[in-house]
Nanobody, 121 residues
C-alpha cells in the first residue's frame, strides 16, 4: 500500500499565499513523478503542476508565475508554493505520485485524500 498525505490547505484572502505539502509512504519500491491536481465544485479535475524524477517541472498555464512545485533530491515529499491566490483557485487539491508498490510490483498513479484550498474575494 502506498499512502499520500497532504497538508497546508486552508482559507486565505485573495492575493495571499499557501504552501501545500505531500509525503508518500508505505511499501513503495520506486517513486517517479509527483504532482498536484485540483478539482473545483462542478468542474473536472485538472493538472496543476508536476515534477519528474529528474526534477523537470511542468505547470498549467493558469498558475505559471504564481505557483512553484519543488521536491528536494528526489525525496518522498513534494511542495506546492502558491502565491497570488485568486478566488478561482478555490478547489480540493490532490497530491499524486507515480509509484511502484513492493510485493505486487504494480506501477500506478496514486492519489492523496485531498486538502481544501479556499480563497475569499
Amino acid at each position: 500500500q502506498v499512502q499520500l498525505v497532504e497538508s497546508g490547505g486552508g482559507l486565505v484572502q485573495a492575493g495571499g499565499s499557501l504552501r501545500l505539502s505531500c509525503t508518500a509512504s508505505g511499501n513503495l519500491i520506486r517513486l517517479d513523478a509527483m504532482g498536484w491536481y485540483r478539482q473545483a465544485p462542478g468542474k473536472e479535475r485538472e493538472l496543476v503542476a508536476n515534477i519528474t524524477s529528474r526534477a523537470v517541472p511542468t505547470y498549467a498555464d493558469f498558475v505559471k508565475g504564481r505557483f512553484t512545485i519543488s521536491r528536494y533530491n528526489l525525496g518522498n515529499t513534494v511542495h506546492l508554493q502558491m502565491n497570488g491566490l485568486k478566488p478561482e483557485d478555490t478547489a480540493i487539491y490532490y497530491c499524486t505520485a507515480d509509484a511502484t508498490e513492493g510485493g505486487t510490483f504494480s506501477r500506478q498513479l496514486h492519489w492523496g485524500q485531498g486538502t481544501q484550498v479556499t480563497v475569499s474575494s
